[in-house]
């Protein structure tokens, strides 16, 4: 993705993408992935529970340090099948100055499941 500005969209359609915190409880190296990435098993709380995702995180993160972490993710797009694994949410991260994915999230605890507002 660019640094351009993206298109102005409405209010409603922003509150269509429903981005949530959830807590990692699992994480393992990917190894049938294309690209070096870990597998993550996320607690999104009662109402959606655990889900998976394939995120590309390995320049900055070993799995054992992601477990207990909170991280934002969006919830409501179509599962992805990647290699053998169905990745079921989008793990949301910023690009530091080398292109490497920092994760985004609460700076203190929320619940698991709360959404972005």
Known sequence: MSGASAETIAFDDFLKVDIRV??????????QARKPALKLHIDFGAEIGER????????????EELIGRQVLAVVNFPPRQIGPMRSEVLVLGLADDKGAIVLIGPERPVPDGARLC
């Open 22 to 31: 959830g807590t990692v409880v699992a994480a393992e190296p990917f190894a």
């Open 52 to 63: 998976k995702s394939s995120a590309q995180i390995t320049e900055h993160y070993a799995p």
